[in-house]
């Protein structure tokens, strides 16, 4: 499984942003993706995932601003950031697991991982 994200930059406060993160290799059509974190010196956080059911689970410091989705036909998942605040400025991962249940947000239930796409907000 590969995973590519796309999307990232910088943006001002109160600004938006719509990452995409595009699988390929799927053979389990019961999987997860999730989004995750990492600003510097401190841990990988999950932020928002998705499940095959298309049902959802977010992070306190994002609910009401970010909203995940996916298109299954493509294989492909977003994150429309809305809101933006400078706390939110880290290296965003998009991440996959074959075989869930629920969306998962722990970074350590997940198995595939993409390269990261950095998110500057100033």
């Known amino acids: 499984v590969q995973l590519v994200e796309s999307g990232g930059g910088s943006v001002q406060a109160g600004g938006s942003l719509r990452l995409s993160c595009a699988a390929s290799?799927?053979?389990?059509?019961?999987?997860?993706m999730g989004w995750f974190r990492q600003a510097p010196g401190k841990e990988r956080e999950g932020v928002a995932a998705?499940?095959?059911?298309?049902?959802?689970r977010y992070a306190d410091s994002v609910k009401g601003r970010f909203t995940i989705s996916k298109d299954n036909a493509n294989y492909t998942m977003y994150l429309q950031m809305n809101s933006l605040k400078p706390e939110d400025t880290a290296m965003y991962y998009c991440?996959?697991?074959?075989?869930?249940?629920?969306?998962?947000?722990?970074?350590?239930?997940?198995?595939?991982w993409g390269q990261g796409t950095q998110v500057t907000v100033s």
């Open positions: 991440a996959a697991v074959s075989r869930c249940l629920l969306p998962l947000m722990a970074a350590l239930d997940y198995r595939y």
């Open positions: 290799g799927y053979t389990d059509s019961r999987h997860c």
């Open positions: 998705i499940d095959s059911d298309a049902r959802t």
